[in-house]
């Protein structure tokens, strides 16, 4: 396959992504961090499997 | 449906589609029809991926595969909030620091132009295939509705969906769609409490679970190690994770929604909002089936729930033996409701012996009346591919909610499909202008050439999806036919973007002709393996990035067209 050059590989100026991405506010009240908002999502995500294999287990 | 339904379906879509109109009146800029205006809130973000997702294919379907099959479909959603934290943390900032269009763009400047374009390609064909399938899902509707047969439903719908996107763009979809998810949710809580207030007499809730759970329908979580079985917690935490993360990561029709917020801060709120929310939101849809299962265990369903075809089949081909097959179907689902009511009663004396007799006597009818609708479906289709799941739940709306509910609930599917449509179509339509007219075709044009062009692409793709409806055969439940197609071509995507993200000494060459090997393996082991599909997602993404470091090390570090900037 002969395809023409990117122009503009290489030309973004792109700084690494953590710079600002991640301390950048959540503006939530309790998790203030986007590190404890992810942690909140897994232990919502972990509680929601638990009650599903309880709900499997209790009328299986 | 009455007048009744008919005023309020018509108000409620007129609604919606002056409003998205009026909203988004003056913008006609290209950036704007692409990308939105980049002012959403994370509610309206949030919003706007769950119903770019939640189509009406999913409040459509989704109810038939709970019916179907129970509460076992959630798994597949178990990758979700794992895939949206790795997308918010790691995807979703260079998206937005590139200041990008479409995903694919980020291909370009990471590597070359020909990864570019493969990315682009291999959405384009996949979510071509994909919004051929979704179309299905409004056709239903009208079909169901109105009588009317599928392929001219098909088209009307089409049509509809392609003048809606052409004439408002993302925008449009975004302001409207969290007005139609509330529409939505308000049907199906409407549908909820109407089941459960027609469920019998005295089938207390425990009652209700103990019955499903019986039948097989509350095996939410399934630990086997087995492969070849679809939905398990295995296939689901792994394989799941790797098909979102391609969907929402790379897709363009996902990427759109998201990168439209005001800020990062709002794309990633409005990205958690749905890694929190999505599986409580699947587990009610499903729980909807289930309860749909229950409901007519007790009152008599039609032995084929698309009474279309089956009525067509019946003028059409062999009207005695349908005529045989109905009345061995009313037979055998009154002996499997004798056999309830003495069940239930048996639990109501606590009589255990007569429980477990009357139980057992229960699974057996019940194993008859599949049989016997499993004879009705050869009977509409001798290979056995269509499905009449998808039917369930549209049947039970028209045969048992009040009047001005029908009309709000049709009005629901149209408003979802509509939106999920426009959301597809759009991307489509930004990534062949984007990705390929503006960056191969024609390099130097003015904005209004390309918005121009962008319209007439998102026609053409939306003709395409109409042409894919009618040539094809649906064998599969619809929800589970868009997962299928995505896990052939979605885990190709996602390699290309994983090397890029995080193998930097990998260049454009090498990446790209290992994702072309990474495609032909994919669609070789789905031909020849007995998997499910989900396991494709994983494999493909390993496959990817293995063949592009081995290509990568073979052409030597010197063949490395990479761009240092454009990586995390």
């Not at chain 2, 057996?364 to 369930?392: C, F, I, L, N, W």
């Amino acid at each position: 396959m002969n395809l023409p050059d990117d122009t503009t590989a290489g030309s973004s100026g792109v700084t690494p992504a953590s710079a600002d991405s991640d301390h950048c506010k959540t503006g939530l009240p309790l998790l203030r961090t986007w590190r404890a908002v992810y942690v909140f999502v897994l232990a919502a995500f972990a509680l929601w499997v638990g009650l599903l294999i309880a709900l499997s287990r209790m009328f299986s | 449906m009455n007048a009744l339904d008919y005023v309020v379906l018509l108000g409620t879509m007129l609604g919606i589609a002056l409003y998205g109109m009026w909203r988004t009146r003056g913008r006609h800029n290209l950036d704007s029809y692409l990308r939105g205006s980049g002012d959403s809130r994370w509610f309206v973000v949030g919003l706007s991926v769950m119903a770019t997702q939640a189509s009406a294919v999913t409040f459509l379907s989704t109810p038939g595969q709970g019916f179907a099959s129970g509460l076992g479909f959630i798994q597949i959603y178990f990758g979700m909030p794992i895939a949206l934290i790795i997308i918010a943390a790691v995807f979703l900032p260079i998206y937005r620091r590139l200041n990008v269009v479409t995903a694919y763009e980020y291909l370009g400047q990471r590597f070359d132009t020909k990864a570019r374009l493969l990315g682009a390609a291999i959405f384009l064909l996949q979510r071509g295939l994909g919004a051929g399938i979704t179309i299905y899902a409004p056709a239903i509707v009208l079909s169901t509705v109105f009588g009317w047969p599928l392929d001219a439903t098909i088209v009307c719908s089409g049509l509809v969906v392609i003048a809606y996107t052409v004439s408002g763009g993302s925008d449009a979809v975004n302001v409207t769609q969290k007005y139609q998810i509330g529409v939505i949710f308000a049907g199906m809580l409407a549908a909820c409490i109407v089941l459960l207030h027609k469920l019998p007499a005295g089938l207390g809730l425990h009652d209700a679970l103990t019955l499903a759970g019986g039948m097989h329908k509350l095996q939410a979580v399934n630990f086997s190690t087995d492969p070849r079985e679809r939905y398990t917690l295995w296939s689901g935490v792994l394989g799941a994770t790797f098909l979102m993360l391609a969907y929402f990561g790379t897709d363009q029709s996902q990427v759109q929604r998201y990168i439209s917020g005001a800020s990062l801060r709002e794309s990633r709120l409005g990205l958690m909002f749905n890694a929190v929310f999505k599986i409580p939101m699947q587990f009610f849809i499903l729980s909807l089936g289930v309860l749909l299962f229950l409901f007519y265990q007790f009152e008599k369903p039609p032995v084929y729930f698309n009474q279309v075809e089956w009525k067509h089949q019946a003028e059409h081909g062999d009207a005695g033996r349908l005529q045989a097959i109905e009345t061995d179907f009313a037979a055998a689902h009154d002996r499997e409701r004798q056999h309830l009511e003495t069940w239930l009663n048996a639990r109501r004396t606590g009589d255990s012996t007569a429980e477990a007799t009357a139980r057992a006597a229960v699974s057996a009818a019940h194993e008859q009346v599949e049989t016997v609708r499993a004879q009705a479906e050869m009977a509409v289709d001798p290979t056995g591919k269509k499905k009449d799941t998808d039917y369930v739940f549209i049947t039970f709306i028209l045969d048992y909610l009040p009047h001005g509910i029908i009309g709000l609930l049709v009005a629901t599917f149209f408003a979802a499909a509509l939106s999920a449509k426009a959301a597809e179509l759009n991307a489509l339509g930004s990534a062949t202008t984007v990705d390929i007219y503006r960056h191969v075709i024609k390099r130097q044009a003015s904005d209004a050439h390309y918005l121009a062009a962008s319209k007439w692409f998102t026609v053409f793709w939306g003709l395409v999806s109409i042409s894919f409806a009618l040539s094809a055969t649906l064998a599969e439940n619809l929800i589970q036919a868009v997962n299928i197609i995505g896990s052939i071509f979605y885990p190709v995507m996602l390699g290309l973007f994983v090397v890029g993200f995080f193998l930097r000494r990998i260049g454009g060459t090498a990446v790209f002709w290992g994702a072309l090997a990474t495609q032909v393996l994919v669609i070789f082991l789905y031909f020849r393996l007995n998997i499910s599909y989900l396991w494709y997602n994983l494999i493909g993404c390993a496959a990817c990035v293995l063949f592009s470091s081995i290509l990568q090390a073979w052409l030597g570090p010197g063949n490395n067209s990479t761009s240092a900037l454009a990586k995390p």
